[in-house]
């Protein structure tokens, strides 16, 4: 069988080590070298390409179905849980504690848990409710897991490397929520991100108030496009007398999408981390839909305030 092999950044470095252990099983093998942000990018067009009959994903469970033989490869990673006994003092005070991860760990959720209920803690895991596939599993842009036990927890805890997992969650919960990383030996308060992103999408939406031209940006990628959005959007803004434009890529190009001096903002329909995380990389202001949303809304109040 001819295969394509697709890895994330972190994992490519075990691409032929997986490519030759395949051609050892009579397959011919090729590697996408290309970067992928996770199982809403997948490979499909390289492998229809060089005519691969299957594409095998590396570190990512299935996002959404796409009209291609793909196999998924979770990808399991033991993080040492160690430091779960210094995040105890994050804790004190709170009783119920919401628990999520990624997918390289859930297979440690169940230990995870035991952890905690040992130490006096009421231990909720949430239902995936989007593309997440498995209770207490997080996404960069889904994190249904987190938000489904906001309410219910007093705190969050969220157990796996690096920050932008929780960050993510952050986003969209208002309890406490500690960020345990028990591969840099770190734990992280994250209210102070929180606070921060809610400053930043502030100032995003106060600066677009007064734009007369609005870009729309709509990825190819197989699990981030929104083409439907993007035209209700477009209805929206030009509604309000704004004028507005769809924005076709497969990858945002922040170097492109800068010389496009012709508009003073842009709105976000591909991976909606784009208008959360990227918004250093370009010139002017780059909102979510939501975002937008209010930017129209408070247009509106002042054009009724003038009358």
Do not use: W
């Amino acid at each position: 069988m001819r295969i394509l092999i697709q890895f994330p950044e972190g994992l490519k470095q075990k691409a032929l080590e997986h490519a030759k252990k395949l051609e050892g099983e009579g397959h011919e093998v090729f590697i996408s070298s290309s970067p992928t942000y996770g199982a809403c990018d997948l490979a499909i067009d390289e492998a229809k390409n060089i005519k691969a009959e299957k594409l095998i994903h590396f570190g990512h469970a299935e996002f959404s179905h796409v009209d291609f033989n793909v196999e998924y490869v979770d990808y399991r990673i033991d993080a040492p849980l160690g430091i779960l006994d210094d995040s105890l003092r994050y804790l004190e005070g709170y009783t119920k504690i919401g628990l999520i991860t990624t997918i390289q760990h859930i297979h440690q959720l169940e230990e995870m848990k035991a952890f905690y209920s040992s130490h006096g803690k009421y231990v909720i895991i949430g239902k995936p409710y989007g593309f997440a596939k498995k209770p207490g599993q997080v996404l960069g842009c889904d994190v249904g897991a987190a938000a489904s036990i906001d309410k219910a927890a007093d705190a969050i805890v969220y157990v796996g490397g690096g920050i932008f997992h929780p960050l993510g969650a952050a986003y969209h919960t208002t309890k406490p929520l500690i960020a345990v990383d028990p591969f840099n030996n770190k734990i992280l308060d994250m209210q102070e991100y929180r606070i921060a992103a809610q400053k930043r999408s502030r100032g995003r939406i106060l600066s677009s108030i007064d734009a007369k031209n609005i870009g729309i940006l709509v990825s190819t990628k197989n699990g981030q496009h929104n083409m439907s959005l993007a035209k209700i959007l477009k209805s929206k803004i030009e509604s309000c007398g704004i004028s507005a434009a769809i924005l076709i890529s497969n990858t945002i190009d922040f170097d492109s999408i800068n010389n496009m001096l012709e508009f003073d903002a842009f709105v976000n329909t591909a991976c909606p981390r784009i208008a959360t995380d990227d918004n250093e990389r370009i010139r002017k202001p780059l909102l979510s839909p939501n975002e937008l949303m209010e930017v129209l809304r408070i247009k509106e109040e002042l054009s009724k305030s003038k009358k």
